[in-house]
C-alpha cells in the first residue's frame, strides 16, 4: 500500500509536484530493504563491480559505496566515461571537504544524468552527500540501466 502526499510550490510548479509525487512511490529498493534485506549485499556487490569497471578505466575505484559516491566525483566521472565526453576540472571540485562542494558535485552529476536521458532517481543530492545507501543504490542503479552494455 502508497500513501502519496503532494505539495506544490508557486514556481516550477509542475516539476515539483512530479518530484513530490515520486519521492512517496515505492520503488524496487524500498522493497529490498523492507522485504529481503539478504539480497542487499548482491546487489551492492553487482552495482559496485559495475563502478569499479567504469572507473578502472582512469585508475579509479570504489570500495564503499556509501562513501565513495557521497562527494558526487566519481559520479560526474562515471557520467563522463559513460557519455564519452570531457567534464572540465573547473566545473567540479576533485577533491571536496566542504558539504558545499560535494553539493555541487552530486547536483552536477544528478543533472549530467539527466540530460543523457536517465530518469531522475528517488533521492536528492542531499541524501546522497548525507551518505544514504538506498538513495547512492537508486543513482547508481539508474546508470547502470542505461549503460550496463559497456562493461563487457
Do not use: F, Q, W
Given at each position: 500500500m502508497s500513501t502519496t502526499v503532494l505539495t506544490v510550490s508557486e514556481s516550477k510548479d509542475q516539476e515539483h509536484y512530479n518530484f513530490a509525487a515520486r519521492q512517496q512511490e515505492r520503488d524496487v529498493f524500498d522493497t529490498l530493504f523492507d522485504s529481503a534485506p539478504d539480497k542487499l549485499n548482491a546487489v551492492k556487490g553487482s552495482l559496485m563491480a559495475f563502478?569499479?569497471?567504469q572507473l578502472s578505466q582512469i585508475n579509479r575505484g570504489c570500495s564503499n559505496i556509501e562513501e565513495d559516491f557521497s562527494n558526487g566525483v566519481n559520479l560526474v566521472v562515471m557520467m563522463s566515461l559513460a557519455e564519452g565526453y570531457y567534464v572540465p576540472m573547473y566545473s567540479f571540485s576533485m577533491e571536496p571537504t566542504a558539504y558545499d562542494h560535494k553539493?555541487?558535485?552530486?547536483?552536477?552529476?544528478l543533472n549530467l544524468m539527466q540530460e543523457a536521458?536517465?530518469?531522475?532517481p528517488k533521492?536528492?543530492?542531499e541524501s546522497i552527500v548525507?551518505?544514504?545507501?538506498?538513495?547512492?543504490?537508486?543513482v547508481l542503479y539508474a546508470i547502470y540501466s542505461k549503460y550496463k552494455h559497456l562493461v563487457k
Open positions: 563502478a569499479n569497471k553539493l555541487h558535485n552530486v547536483t552536477l552529476a536521458g536517465i530518469p531522475r533521492c536528492t543530492a548525507s551518505k544514504d545507501l538506498k538513495s547512492t543504490l537508486r
